[in-house]
């Protein structure tokens, strides 16, 4: 590998052509040095160079791309080098740039592949995190490795495929335009070659919460609102306690960043909807339509869980999902929830439709917010007839970049 | 089955549902009469009734769901039924309303599955056609086959997976939401059964074609723009001449309908994309960014077939696709492309991305456009080295339904 193309992300779209023509495919470096010449976009786009990686704190998108990488080296610069011309590349494509010129030299490939072209960002985020393999001998990590990085234990009601789990990084791509959103892993997949090897992916059709309090509460497949008592973006106290990485860590280029949970969970859905109204509703402890709490008229009616019925059972059972996910339930702990419906078709094996949710989760350290409340959600929730969680995968996901030429989690290798 | 079950779709909402919970599930149906309160949306409506099925000489949506499904039952009472309350369930969701009341009994399940609650329909249509397998020993319609719905015969090029393809009937549902269209699929799936199972589906989460002059041209997942002289809605000779089933028929059944063809065509877009660009462009016979042909310098610029370099060479290559497909090198034969991109992960095998175009196209008789086309394009075609058609089916799309209570096809049945 050339000092021109080690050093090649930095400076943005010039970089990132020469890093992958130059490095990653040997075909020279000729004419990738103009700069991508397609405007920025204008509105539709959402700050790549922040304290806090986007993607987080951003008012969820509608579709979702998801990868997780294996490296494939064991050389740390290239690791380094290759999550410099990612940032190069997202920074691009955030503003609804390709990552490099497509009319490139006759004899050469395009650096882009094209797909996005003419296509606003459409609110477009790129997010990275490491997981826990990242943090083994290869790259001389293993002292950096947080505690809140531990690996998620098993579970009840796990029924995970290891092929689509783990990996040791994880690439979110969300945008309300899902060949905006693709484009950025398949361009990933190329500027990472010869350094890492896509391990699976998923992409996500319908969000299935809310975020902001601009947003109204969608439905996730089950037909029910998802996500109506969520972190909001407006409320940074909550972002502070729940969310973002402080002080607390013991490993501080960590801070400002955020651990991502992903969990793919099989919704079966067929029996779902043989299943009555009144059972559905108590499985959820709301109402269908109007996804108020049983205890409430409206969605977002104070769900009283000491409430009891004439004959003195709880109004919302015991063993309701809004119950067990409650905060209050939790020692007061919240989660971020930025999940996405899915369907990959259907199952081979049953002919039925290979569907559900694809949960996302930020939060400030795992073990004591996705892991005992999924403990808790395993064993009790009368939710866990109808899924099965059939993927896992946990990444620290460092702050955000805030330079051009700087590279996911500098702090991490510095 | 019972007569109210049987009759059940001839009147929409209600019957759906009193089809679906009285006939299929026995659940009973004292509280299923109550019509859909959801209100028809104003906006965002394809119309569902008329001449010709929507989803065709329909400005193309941008995310597709589509399914085909096999019969399981050997009474034609019973296709003709589901066909029925799907039209009527397809003419509620093209209305952004469900097919049925949610809140039913509480001891009965939601007739509607929910999710799309509250959604827009977003341009929704839902086209049905029926495959060759159809008009086998089973229902008595062998003499009702139409010629033109021969088996498209084996294809150089052909690598065909037959558990993804054929079917006895297939639907195609087209949104801008992709959960609206994913709602159709699975209702579907819903009220055929006993009747019907899935027998494969897919999802496109980016189209692939305009087929409409208000429309700009798509780009496929290989960066070019594609379909940029496609027959166009507001063309209706070319739909007469191209699209629409007319006297010709040797089954008025069919007239006012059209012929579906859909080929899974998986683009090797990891080859593809170190291709070089000028490599890239002789495949298409256009530039990949302007998407003029290559004698011109804008995308609707004459693709001039007969024009030569100084050294006398063809300027569009003879083996490039826009040569072997245009409608010159066919007897003057066009089709309406109407096809989307899709992505359904990694190849398990290869690593690689499965991915590609999920090619649709509509036309008057398949023997003379899509099969003498594609037999042309599968021998000669630049593009070959790139793709692999991996699924293949054939349906015969009869006319649009005139009126509420009537079922696809029914022309067929009587």
Redesign the interface.
């Known amino acids: 590998m050339t000092e021109i193309s080690r050093r090649g992300f930095v400076g943005g779209a010039i970089g990132a052509a020469g890093l992958f023509v130059g490095g990653a ?1 040997g075909f020279g470096i000729a004419k990738t040095t103009e700069p991508a010449t397609t405007p920025a976009a204008t509105d539709q786009v959402v700050a790549f160079y922040g304290p806090h990686q986007a993607g987080i704190a951003t008012p969820a998108q509608d ?1 979702l791309a998801f990868a997780a990488f294996d490296l494939t080296t064991r050389d740390v610069e290239a690791v380094k080098q290759m999550l410099g011309t990612w940032a190069a590349a997202a920074a691009l494509m955030s503003e609804g740039r390709p990552i490099g010129p ?9 650096v ?7 296509l606003p960002p459409a609110y477009l985020t790129v997010t990275v995190g490491f997981g826990p393999s990242m943090f083994d001998d290869r790259y001389g990590l293993a002292s950096r490795r947080p505690a809140a990085l531990a690996d998620i234990p098993a579970l009840p009601g796990d029924e995970l495929e290891p ?1 689509r789990s783990n990996g040791d990084i994880g690439v979110q791509a969300c945008s309300n ?3 905006v959103a ?1 484009h950025v892993i ?1 361009n990933f ?2 500027l990472a070659r010869g350094t890492a ?7 996500g ?2 969000r299935t919460s809310s975020t902001s309090t601009t947003q ?1 509460t969608p ?6 609102k998802d996500g109506t008592n969520n972190i909001k973006i407006q409320d940074t106290a909550q972002f502070e306690d729940f969310v973002w990485v402080g002080e607390e860590t013991d490993q501080p280029w960590m801070k400002g960043g955020s651990y991502l949970v992903t969990r793919r969970i099989r919704m079966t ?2 029996n779902w ?6 059972d ?1 509703e108590n499985v959820f402890g709301r109402f ?2 109007s996804g108020a709490p049983l205890t409430g008229t409206s969605e977002f009616d104070h769900v009283d869980l000491a409430a009891r019925t004439h004959s003195g059972k709880p109004v919302i059972p015991l063993n309701a999902h809004i119950r067990l996910a409650a905060p209050s339930t939790n020692g007061g702990q919240m989660i971020l929830r930025r999940g996405y ?1 899915f ?4 199952d ?1 094996v049953t ?1 039925l ?1 290979d ?1 559900g949710l694809f949960f996302i989760a930020y939060q400030k350290d795992p073990r004591k917010q996705f892991v005992p409340i999924q403990a808790k959600l395993g064993q009790r929730d009368n939710l866990n007839e109808y899924i099965r969680h059939t993927s896992s995968a946990l990444f620290a996901v460092p702050p955000g970049i805030s330079h051009a030429g700087d590279w996911f989690g500098k702090e991490l290798f510095t």
Do not use: H
């Open positions: 495919t579709r497509i009319e490139t030299a006759p004899q050469a490939p395009p882009d592949t094209g797909e996005a072209l003419g092929e335009d899902p060949q693709f398949r997949a190329r090897v896509m391990r699976w992916s998923q992409l059709f319908g109204s439905r996730n497949l089950m037909g029910f859905i067929e909807d043989t299943d009555f109204l009144a559905q269908k339509v419906s369907t990959d078709g259907i081979p002919g439709l569907a």
